[in-house]
């Protein structure tokens, strides 16, 4: 959960090839040139794992699980609750906005871009703090911890949503995409050395962390809100969709999650879920890709295509 996520978007113009990513100052192997000119991939480019997967239109389910495995973090939920307009209804929808802003920033724009929406994120996060409303105690908006946790709950949710749904990832691919996904987590102020590398290490992280998490008030209120959202009301034809959408979200979530929630953690709600997400992978499949993606994910399918996707010639060893 970023508490305030910049606007602002990837640009289309050449970059310089040499610029680094946050935190890194040497040259970077993910840009090359286009056209005789040099271009600025960003974090990940063509033959990444990232970009194969976050542009398909499915992840949205992904995008709001991860919301309700966050909330899981009572320091997280508390330090949204406290600081951001996400709790409030009149306002929620475009605070949502900037987040999926920044997630899109983060996955497609250019190195610059990159550091520019992520340090404004780390100055805002800086400033805040959050309350204990059980013993009064102040923490840091931005503790280590908490930066973590709302990080793997991105990484997770992404990930077992495409692996569920038929998106093409072998094992190999599924831990490149958590050893990629470290350079989103130096954007929000984390050390990559300290983030899991793995599906090995995400897992072993889990079994850790969910002994120490639990839903609080404010959480299981976010929940709820799920099944009705107060949306604009151009968007008031997706409330009709909005409890179908919320089932399918709340049962793709770990079966130890659905149980803090006070939810059955069922192996037939897993099946269920599994099953749904396949047939509206398969639904999203006969769009044409025009209408199917985003501009910035036709974008990067047209560079893979055009540039090559092997991984020895894009990708870089984290």
């Known amino acids: ?126 400033k805040l703090t959050g309350t204990d409303p059980r013993t009064g105690a102040v923490f840091p908006v931005d503790e280590p911890e908490s930066l973590l946790w709302v990080h793997m709950g991105e990484v997770d949710s992404y990930l077992d949503v495409a692996r569920r749904s038929g998106v093409p990832l072998s094992r190999a691919d599924a831990d490149r995409f958590v050893d990629e996904q470290r350079r989103a987590a130096a954007v929000v102020g984390l050390d990559p050395a300290d983030v899991p590398s793995s599906v090995a290490e995400m897992r072993d992280y889990y079994t850790d962390m969910r002994r120490r998490v639990w839903a609080c008030d404010e959480a299981k209120d976010g929940f709820r809100r799920m099944f009705n959202p107060a949306l604009p009301s151009r968007l008031m034809p997706l409330k009709l969709a909005a409890p179908a959408l919320g089932v399918l979200v709340a049962s793709t979530l770990p079966r130890w999650a659905r149980r803090k929630y006070g939810l059955p953690g069922l192996p037939t709600s897993d099946l269920a879920a599994t099953l749904a997400l396949k047939g509206l992978y398969r639904t999203t499949r006969v769009v044409p890709e025009r209408y199917r993606y985003s501009p910035d994910a036709r974008r990067a399918r047209e560079l893979t295509r055009e540039l090559g996707s092997a991984p020895s010639t894009w990708a870089i060893a984290s």
């Open 1 to 126: 959960m970023a508490f305030d996520a910049p606007t602002g978007g990837p640009g289309r113009g050449a970059a310089d090839a040499t610029a680094g990513g946050p935190g890194e100052g040497t040259p970077d192997a993910r840009d090359g040139t286009r056209d005789g000119a040099p271009v600025d991939f960003g974090l990940f480019g063509p033959g990444s794992v990232t970009w194969r997967v976050m542009g398909e239109p499915v992840l949205i389910v992904g995008g709001i699980r991860a919301l309700l495995l966050q909330a899981l973090h009572p320091h997280s939920m508390w330090g949204t609750a406290q600081n951001s307009e996400l709790m409030d209804p009149a306002t929620a929808w475009a605070r949502l906005g900037r987040t999926v802003q920044f997630v899109r920033v983060r996955t497609y724009g250019t190195h610059d871009e990159v550091e520019r929406v992520g340090r404004r994120v780390r100055k805002i996060h800086a």
